[in-house]
Structures are given as C-alpha cells and as structure tokens.
Nanobody, 120 residues
Framework: QVQLVESGGGEVQAGGSLRLSCEASGRIFSINAMGWNRQAPGKQRELVAYITSEGNTNYADSVKGRFTISRDNAKKTVYLQMNNLKPEDTAIYYC??????????????WGKGTLVTVSS
C-alpha cells in the first residue's frame, strides 16, 4: 500500500506565499510523475502542476509565473512553492503520484488534501 501525506496548507493574505509538501511512503519501487491538483468550492478538481521523474514540469495557465513545482526523489517528496497568492487560489490542494510498486504494478495515488485559504 502507498500513502501520500500533504502538509503546508493554511491561511494567507493575498500576495503572500505558502509552500506545500507531499511525501510518499509504502511499497514503492519508483515514482513516475508527481503533481498537485486543487478543488475550489463548487468547482471541479483541476490540475495545478506536475513534474516527471526526469524533472520536466507543466503548469496550469492560471498559476504560471507564480507557482513552482519541484521534487526530491530521495525523499519521495514533491513540493509546490506558491507565491503572489490570489483569493481565487483558495481550494483544497491534493497531491497525486503515479507509483510503480515493488510488484511492478503502476497506479495513481492521491493524498487526502490540504486546505489553502487566501483572503483579500
């Protein structure tokens, strides 16, 4: 079994910064892409950013230039540095990882989410 645990959410004023972390643990052989999605109240879950095992990144247009995704493969951890936060960034942020298990199965796993609230 694989677990993803997020941390770093909280409340911040507009223009402020937060850094989210997500650590994977369990029966992991390797991790392919890791990323962050978010879901705002009354809206569908959307992709924020992801990063491949090679370090290639992709961002939603709404966060380009403000958010930076990175990962530490040795720690099985992905980070999301969020700068210049806006009220519309308010959402629950979910970590996602495509994991290759020790039995070589490939599955997507999700964390339970961490709440980010940006006040104006």
């Amino acid at each position: 079994q694989v677990q993803l645990v997020e941390s770093g959410g909280g409340e911040v004023q507009a223009g402020g910064s937060l850094r989210l972390s997500c650590e994977a643990s369990g029966r992991i052989f390797s991790i392919n892409a890791m990323g962050w999605n978010r879901q705002a109240p009354g809206k569908q879950r959307e992709l924020v950013a992801y990063i491949t095992s090679e370090g290639n990144t992709n961002y939603a247009d709404s966060v380009k230039g403000r958010f930076t995704i990175s990962r530490d493969n040795a720690k099985k951890t992905v980070y999301l540095q969020m700068n210049n936060l806006k009220p519309e960034d308010t959402a629950i942020y979910y970590c996602k990882a495509r994991v290759v298990s020790r039995s070589y199965d490939v599955m997507d796993y999700w964390g339970k989410g961490t709440l980010v609230t940006v006040s104006s």
